[in-house]
């Protein structure tokens, strides 16, 4: 089996250069040799066969198959026999979590390899790291981007219990949630099936699982913010001396015999880990590239602000342009209500003109005359409406037939004028229509207070206006006593007809309790 993670290994660049960790503490070159103090030496003698408890299921730095213990860490075990003299034993067929317990509650002296952390310096006493190696993530290839620990909060990781990267995780992500597992098998296994949605461990151990027990279906997602694993010789507290031998073994190993055992086990020296040439094309490649987007940027930077300027000065042309084009419409403005209002006066000097005259006749040219008045004066309305407006295209319609009908009833002289009501779902009208509109409700009223209102204080008038589309329809009723006049000579009636046709309209009479004549006009 190991022979396979051999091979494997071999042939992965990628795992190759990410899993080759710095092994070794500062040392030299060739071993020398190594000086005990008598305290050390009668510890030695004292105890000549020792064990300690182990991960039986960590490769490749700890394995523990039939019996035999090896790895890395095996490896270490061997120098350590050698250089001190004495037998160092795996306790038989022991977990990590009860060589953990073990540790805790005396009844395990010591282990070879344990993650350095504050809890476990409570009751254990520790040599410097002698190893080191990236702390990845590990998770499903199909899953999404994770860039670090921060992606897993609020998610669930499966981690092997008393593993110390259970003790930092929910120290520094208390928002992660731990699934604890017996071992790193059963935690991998855990996030392939989607048990978890990832494992946080050693990088090198990590690749071993996903490449030598088929869990295809992983990746080596990201780096942790946690430097490296930092892995030390640990002991129970009263037993200082064997921290301090197996210090000076540690510091004693060369660098040549430190990287023949990283050869056995992991196949790559450290460094052909990375090239050099290569990463100062990258380099060359990044920094062309980035001059290359940084002159695209200032191009672009300079095309837009050409762009900008040319569209400042042409919101600037088109603020005057309009500003021009307002004054100018207020200018038009004044003067047509200006026109208005000096054609409303002329038509008023001839009113007073008429009215002089009127005086001077008798019946039945002074009724004739004053009929007379009245249509001029339903003209001269209209263009004081005009004048008095803000919006010279529309007038209010029911304000303008309120100020006619009053006007013409007024002019009658009577001491109880008859009720008015006028109705308009129309607001605003235009004003070409309006004049000839305005002279047919000048007849209508004018020939309601002559002929049909015998009473007037008992009269009444209705107006209704509405319109649908663009017909407008309206409706003229009074409650007088009317005696049909056929005669074709009917002034007032032509009038009527001869408005009602320019503004391409029909109307009908009916006289059912009063008088109602009713218009349509398409407009």
């Known amino acids: 089996m190991f022979l396979s993670f051999h091979k494997k290994i071999q042939s992965s660049n990628k795992i190759c250069i990410l899993s080759f960790v710095c092994l070794f503490l500062w040392s030299p070159l060739f071993s020398q040799g190594i000086t005990f103090t008598d305290q050390e030496q009668e510890w030695i003698k004292n105890h000549p066969i020792i064990e300690f408890g182990y991960e039986p299921s960590w490769p490749p730095y700890e394995i523990y198959e039939n019996g035999e213990y090896s790895g890395i860490i095996g490896d270490y075990v061997r120098i350590l026999e050698r250089e001190i003299g004495i037998e160092i034993k795996p306790i038989p067929n022991i977990t990590w979590d009860e060589t953990v317990k073990g540790l805790k509650n005396g009844s395990i002296d010591f282990t070879i390899c344990a993650g350095i952390t504050d809890e476990r310096k409570e009751y254990l006493n520790f040599t410097k790291p002698y190893i080191s190696s990236p702390m990845v993530i590990v998770t499903r290839k199909n899953d999404g981007f994770v860039s670090g620990l921060n992606d897993l909060q609020g998610k669930t990781i499966a981690l092997p219990i008393n593993y110390y990267t259970g003790e930092l995780i929910s120290k520094d992500y208390p928002k992660i949630k731990i699934n604890f597992k017996n071992s790193i098998e059963e935690s991998i296994r855990s996030v392939s099936i989607g048990e978890s949605e990832a494992f946080v461990g050693n990088l090198v151990v990590a690749s071993y699982y996903i490449e030598n ?248 008038i209705e107006i209704n206006i509405s319109n649908k589309g663009s017909q407008l329809n309206m409706t003229y009723h009074d409650n007088g006593i009317w005696i049909d006049n056929n005669r074709k000579s009917n002034f007032g009636l032509s009038l009527i007809e001869t408005f009602t046709e320019q503004l391409d309209g029909n109307f009908s009479k009916t006289t059912d309790n009063g008088t109602t004549y009713t218009f349509e006009f398409n407009l």
């Open 213 to 460: 027990l088929g869990y295809s279906n992983l990746k080596i997602a990201a780096p942790t913010d946690y430097e490296k694993t930092h892995i030390g010789l640990a002991a129970r507290k009263d037993w200082p001396e064997l921290i301090s031998i197996c210090q000076k073994v540690f510091d004693n190993i060369s660098i040549k015999e430190k990287n023949e055992i990283i050869e056995k086990w992991i196949s790559v020296r450290y460094e052909y880990g990375i090239n050099p040439y290569k990463i100062k094309s990258y380099i060359i490649y990044a920094l062309t590239f980035i001059c290359l987007l940084f002159i695209l940027i200032l191009l672009w930077n300079k095309s837009l602000k050409k762009e900008i300027e040319k569209r400042k000065e042409i919101e600037k042309q088109l603020e005057i342009t309009l500003a021009d084009a307002n004054k100018k419409s207020d200018e038009r403005k004044i003067l047509l209500q200006e026109i208005h209002h000096r054609v409303k006066n002329n038509l008023q000097v001839i009113i007073s003109l008429l009215r002089l005259q009127k005086s001077e006749l008798e019946e039945p040219l002074s009724e004739k005359l004053n009929e007379t008045i009245a249509r001029i004066s339903s003209i001269a309305l209209v263009h004081e409406k005009v004048y008095n407006t803000e919006n010279l295209a529309n007038i209010n319609l029911k304000e303008y037939i309120e100020s006619l009908a009053n006007d013409i009833i007024t002019s009658f002289s009577y001491q109880k004028k008859p009720t008015l009501t006028i109705n308009s779902s129309i607001e605003n009208f235009d004003l070409k229509p309006l004049v000839p509109l305005a002279l047919i409700l000048n007849e209508l009223i004018t020939n309601s207070l002559k002929h049909g209102l015998k009473n007037p204080s008992n009269g009444v």
